[in-house]
């Protein structure tokens, strides 16, 4: 798996504390969701997850870890910029094609972050306080779209809690809504350190712990099982959707070898995509006090170095 909403990151070595946009492979950068949705053409977001398959193919890359379509709820939201909008509809459909564009190479996805993560200040922490109408009407409709639509390969699991109980072991969000009510047929697995409690996330749905606790999570479910917690069933129903993932990965991964991405298409690509997401705004009755031709000045460090990575996840 490697981060790529808006083009792959592939680290080339271990990244280092505080050199989180060095040690990366080489690969397109693609506008960012925000750019993407205010395009509102699915065919650009079909081309987009096509492209960036491509290039997930010719960097041995199996699983995309996006699209981002978390809800704008508010402007102070660090992370705004990837995701797809403030409209559910027009963010599951555009979420729904860019998945298809991209596992229609057999290349996986993983929707994120499930859900109602619409902040990032206190995200490890936080419980998103929502009622059932607009759970189901705001924060659930474009993953639900989604779901429906595409069948992302893998869905995450957010950090914070929903109603006092964490995303990662919120069984009404992982299991009975996810599972039975839309269908859902890949794997869950939680957003980097997101998990809790590895055991009541197993019983919830949720399948994957990212990244390793070096052991110490399995013990808890071996306890778990020898102690009666866990049934023996559930847990082998969760093996038995990793193990066809890893499997479905590893078939990919064989047929791959020695293809080779248009890295020259997908940068015309994504200028396209740049061209038509442009937004222009009017200083209608002269709201801004700016002369015509008047000059700017952009001063600070991002004038001088330009950020386009999110700090590494997009």
């Known amino acids: 798996m490697t981060d790529g909403p808006h083009g792959i990151r592939k680290e080339i070595a271990a990244m280092k504390i505080g050199n989180v946009f060095g040690n990366t492979q080489k690969a397109t950068c693609f506008t960012p969701a925000v750019t993407l949705a205010s395009t509102w053409n699915c065919d650009l977001a079909y081309k987009m997850g096509d492209a960036i398959a491509k290039e997930a193919m010719d960097q041995?890359?199996?699983?995309?870890?996006?699209?981002g379509i978390n809800i704008k709820r508010n402007p102070l939201c660090g992370r705004n910029f990837e995701y797809l909008s403030e409209d559910p509809y027009l963010t599951g459909e555009m979420a729904a094609s860019y998945i298809n564009g991209c596992?229609?190479?057999?290349?996986?996805?993983?929707?994120?972050?499930?859900?109602?993560?619409?902040?990032?200040?206190?995200?490890?922490?936080?419980?998103?306080?929502?009622?059932?109408?607009?759970?189901?009407?705001?924060?659930?409709?474009a993953f639900e779209i989604a779901v429906k639509k595409a069948q992302p390969k893998t869905i995450m699991a957010s950090y914070n809690l929903i109603n006092?109980?964490?995303?990662?072991?919120?069984?009404?969000?992982?299991?009975?809504?996810?599972?039975?009510?839309?269908?859902?047929?890949?794997?869950?697995?939680?957003?980097?350190?997101?998990?809790?409690?590895?055991?009541?996330?197993?019983?919830?749905?949720?399948?994957?712990?990212?990244p390793s606790s070096a052991g110490i999570r399995d013990k808890e479910i071996v306890d778990a099982v020898n102690d009666g917690t866990l049934r023996e069933d559930v847990l082998d129903s969760c093996i038995e959707r990793i193990?066809?993932?890893?499997?479905?990965?590893?078939?990919?991964?064989?047929?791959m070898q020695g293809y080779n991405a248009?890295?020259?298409?997908?940068?015309?690509?994504?200028?396209?995509?740049?061209?038509?997401g442009a937004t222009l705004l009017k200083n209608d009755e002269d709201f801004l006090p700016f002369e015509d031709n008047t000059d700017f000045a952009l001063i600070g460090s991002l004038a001088e170095f330009p950020r386009y990575q999110g700090t590494g996840s997009s």
């Not at 193990?243 to 047929?255: G, I, P, W």
Request: one cysteine or more; proline letters at 1%.
């Open 243 to 255: 193990l066809n993932f890893v499997f479905d990965c590893a078939k990919k991964s064989r047929d």
């Open 60 to 67: 041995g890359v199996t699983t995309v870890l996006g699209p």
């Open 164 to 210: 006092g109980v964490y995303a990662c072991e919120n069984k009404h969000l992982l299991w009975d809504i996810l599972r039975e009510e839309w269908g859902y047929k890949g794997i869950v697995l939680s957003d980097w350190g997101a998990v809790n409690d590895r055991v009541q996330g197993i019983i919830a749905g949720m399948d994957l712990e990212m």
């Open 103 to 141: 596992q229609d190479n057999g290349i996986g996805t993983s929707l994120k972050h499930y859900a109602v993560n619409s902040q990032e200040y206190r995200r490890m922490a936080i419980s998103s306080e929502v009622d059932e109408r607009a759970l189901r009407e705001i924060y659930l409709r």
């Open 262 to 276: 248009d890295y020259d298409y997908s940068h015309k690509l994504t200028r396209e995509i740049a061209t038509e």
